[in-house]
């Protein structure tokens, strides 16, 4: 048997030199970190970006799309090929020199789409790579877990692609941003075009992904369409990555609801959609009216994986390449050089995420995260894709043009899948701040 | 059949003060490996915890669970509620963290140790993924769902408001009076617990309890056949190894105090098994390795991109180093999950006993070279399981 409750002298000394020499480390590190007046401020030539996305897992498509946005707009803040939207953004102070004189470098990691994950890898980022700012994401649950760290760590979060209101809504931080936009917009966006095509006398019938994103879109859209006079005849939660949806489908065929909307993205919006379709639910007449699907929040990659289904089903996106003006045209045509295809929405507000946050570091004069938020607050901008943009400074949520979009019916390519219904100016989905709750609190500046 | 080598107290005073200043002096040691940075040690501590618990069930009895991360969520859903209701001491949150774990590893226990084998692995399964579905849907108003679970500046933290310490401008971290628990001295106490774990499962490995769990392991028929019941004993190995992961998961929250239930996924089971095995399962360093190893890789090499490539081997002519890059990028990045992959083939084929059997190996081919091949009884057989 082991004695150690009667230990050796010799062992007695080891393991006080052992814990000693433990209990001196921690000062090696902790008598540098007191010597900046923010955590992580640059001292070399470079200055560190962390570009936090999915790269496995059921997001993993947009991840990698959102990757080649950030590469691109380090290329073209350090004034590598053509520029891009450096050249239509207005108004900007960035020339294509790096940022305050520092060349941009980045670090990636995987979010696995996991709250742990992508904490443990923005965790990383800070500490052991000393970046500035985290970026990305492509799930509402990790943007808001990443946000918070972000907050609590003292570093930008310029959050990527997430539509729950929560973000900007009940969760907002000071220290974090959204360029894209939420589900109350979707819905204030949605709900004309809706009444315009269905009209006003319909029921609808919700199936929601059961998290932070699915439900604040189904209220949302629940509110924007009982304005209208539509009747809610059930809204149920499905959970995530379900896979088989015809347990929940089979009730919709046997309500007397004719508008099925389906509050699902990704892999989900994939799966029940096309099982929607295959149950012959579009084919139906209920009420004497043509049964409809609507999908509040599109993505381009989603629909193409859904392929023929999408054809004529509504919705809403933030932004889509085929768009005409001169920031939408630049960026569509230096990324289609660099990858040989168009660009998603998520690649479009991550790209535009990046540069905002290095035009407003380059305008405050500093890396400090207190200075880059005075910088962004209430910041006024267009030529990046969606016009004449405001990041009001109260919740720091972008208010900018929202796009209702329609699946093409003759699609002229692999890309041309969705068609621009109607570009909803920026007023008619603006709202209070105070309606979602929630306090920004105080800046951080970490150390 | 295992052999058992008789270990001299000596000789486990030894390993185990070794074994303290490798944990204590990390932060020095893991410099050149770029890994001495708070957030992965606290991970190498934690998981470390995990795996040793695990262990002490499938590395004495040969128990194989697949269902070791429902505790783990137990211990990470106990801790935040701790935290939102009492306040941010780590204490509390610890003791009631294992007290839950353990009651729930008594429940799943009692049901999944009537069988064995295939059909054990696939009951802590479904417990687990039941567990971990029941956490994302039904019980969304304890677990917060997808979302994850977090402290807010409204909840009550009755101790800490009883403290005067109730309201928080910052953020809340949890603080051990008065010392916050992030950073370095949240490695330090998750080192703590790490050293009182692995200290406890020293003695276990060589108490007449420990034996009894390796017999259920070599034979537990044989066990039954002679009168004595081996259930209560494998169940005890079970909770007990549950209460770690329940610590561990608490010192997850300790550390981070957020839950989500992704922990409970059974992939987070799978994970400790391979950590298990690939340190080398039944040996009382190995987990600790294995864990060690996994996190490195998770965190490490998943973060190289193209450019960390370009760097490394900016040294070759440009033709053969677009080439060599392409290869490379294989196995990092999005492609960590293939590297580990094949280092766990390769353990598998080649060193079944896991890294500790490599280490012994060397350790003999050393001692042969050095007595003129002398020590020959040092080449283990492998247990039949």
Known sequence: MVDFLNPSRRGVLKGGAAVGAGLAMPTIFSSKAWAADYLNKP????????????????????????????????????????????????????????????????????????????????????????????????????????????????????????????????????????????????????????????????????????????????????????????????????????????????????????????????????????????????????????????????????????????????????????????????????????????????????????????????????????????????????????????????????????????????????????????????????????????????????? | MTKIVRETAHGDAIRFSLFAVLILAMPVWLVPFGAAYPDLMQKFAIYGLFAIGFNILFGLTGYLSFGHAAFLGVGSYTAVWSFKLLGMNPLPAIALAILLAGAFAWVIGYVSLRRTGIYFAILTLAFAQMSYNLAYSVLTPITNGETGLRVLNSDPRVLDHMMGAGEVDGPLVTNLFGMEMSGLPGFYFCAVWLLIGMFISFRIFRSPFGLMLMAIKSNQNRMNYTGISTRPYALTAFVISGMYAGLAGALLCVTDPLAGAERMQWTASGEVVLMTILGGAGTLLGPMLGAGIIKYSENIFSAFNEQTLHNIFGFLPDGIEGAVVSVAGLFVGEGWHLTLGLLFMLIVIFLPGGLIEGGHRIQAAVARRGKGGGSGHQAQPQAAE
């Open chain 1, 43 to 447: 001292t070399g030539d470079t200055v560190t970006f962390g570009f936090n996305v999915p790269q496995t897992g059921p997001y993993a498509d947009e991840g990698a799309d959102e990757l080649r946005a950030y590469q691109l707009a380090v290329k073209h803040l350090n004034g590598e090929g053509d520029g891009g939207m450096l050249n239509t953004m207005n108004p900007t102070v960035l020339t294509g020199n790096g940022v305050l004189g520092k060349k941009v470098a980045f670090v990636t990691g995987d979010t696995q789409t996991k709250s742990d994950a992508a904490r443990a890898s923005a965790k990383r980022m800070i500490e052991k790579d000393g970046a500035l700012m985290i970026t990305g994401g492509s799930s509402s649950g990790v943007a808001i877990a990443v946000q918070s760290l972000c907050q609590e760590a003292g570093v930008i979060f310029m959050a990527g692609l997430t539509h729950s209101n929560d973000t900007t809504g009940k969760d907002k931080r000071r220290n974090g941003f959204r360029h894209f936009f939420n589900a109350y917009m979707s819905g204030a966006a949605l709900a004309p075009v809706l009444k315009d095509e269905y009209g006003n006398d319909r029921k609808a019938y919700h199936l929601t992904a059961d998290y932070t994103w699915g439900w604040t879109q189904e209220e949302s859209i629940k509110n924007s369409t009982e304005a209208l006079g539509w009747e809610t005849v059930n809204a149920v939660r499905t959970p995530l990555g379900a896979g088989d949806f015809s347990q929940y489908i089979t009730p919709v065929l046997n309500s007397d609801a004719d508008v099925l909307i389906l509050n699902h993205y990704g892999k989900d919006m994939v799966n029940s959609l096309t099982q929607a379709v295959q149950f012959g639910l579009r084919d139906k007449q209920v009420n004497g009216k043509d049964f409809a699907v609507v999908v509040p929040l599109y993505s381009r990659l989603m629909a193409q994986g859904a392929g023929e289904n999408v054809k004529g089903i509504l919705g809403t996106t933030n932004w889509h390449w085929s768009l005409q003006d001169e920031g939408s045209k630049a960026f569509v045509k230096s990324f289609g050089e660099e990858y040989g295809f168009p660009p998603s929405q998520a690649a479009h507000t991550c790209y535009v995420q990046a540069i905002l946050y290095a035009d407003a570091c380059e305008r405050a004069g500093t890396f400090a995260p207190c200075g880059v938020v005075e910088a962004l607050e209430g910041f006024e901008f267009d030529g990046m894709g969606n016009g004449p943009t405001l990041y009001r400074a109260a919740d720091h949520q972008c208010f900018k043009k929202v796009l209702v979009v329609k699946g093409n019916e003759n699609p002229t390519s692999q890309f041309d899948i969705l068609e621009v219904v109607q570009e909803v100016p920026a007023e008619q989905v603006t709202y209070d701040p105070s309606i979602f709750g929630g306090e920004l609190g105080e800046c951080n500046n970490g150390a």
